[in-house]
């Protein structure tokens, strides 16, 4: 099973884990890393150090991170790169991706990340409530 790391500019990794147990129910393994305003890039790579060491020391690793090229992206990926045998990462983090990221958790990042690309962007839809004109009799 994979291990999962959401990770965040503030609380945001907090509350979307929240919003997938709610709908998903608890999930082992799964842990938030938050970089918050008074902390710098030092911080964050230490609280990225605990919760790794949490996981076992073979666990496939998955970051879903918030935003591309923010400082939880840009201390994750220098983790990703020094074990890229078992770890990768995905940006653009929201509840569709992580929602599915629990169901295919039995797979391997090879398989899982390319699945939650396209799973995290078919999440991203518009309501479109316009219609074309009718002639009214």
């Known amino acids: 099973m994979l291990a999962i790391v959401l ?4 609380s945001f990794a907090d ?6 147990t709610m709908i998903f129910g608890d999930q082992q393994k799964v842990a938030t890393v938050t970089f918050m305003p008074d902390e710098g890039p030092d911080d964050l790579k230490k609280k990225f150090d605990r919760t790794l060491a949490s996981f076992d020391e073979d ?4 970051f879903l991170v918030d935003l591309w090229g ?14 890229t045998d078992r770890m990768g990462l995905i940006t653009g983090l929201n ?23 396209e799973i995290a962007k078919a999440g ?13 009799n």
């Open 7 to 10: 990770a965040s500019h503030g």
């Open 15 to 20: 509350g979307i884990k929240q919003s997938a």
């Open 59 to 62: 666990d496939q690793v998955l």
């Open 70 to 83: 923010g400082s939880p992206f840009n201390v994750a990926s220098r983790i990703v790169a020094e074990h």
């Open 95 to 117: 509840l569709a991706m992580l929602i599915e990221a629990y169901t295919v958790r039995n797979q391997t990042l090879d398989q899982v990340v390319p699945h939650l690309e």
């Open 124 to 136: 991203v839809k518009h309501l479109d409530l316009t219609t074309p004109d009718e002639e009214v």
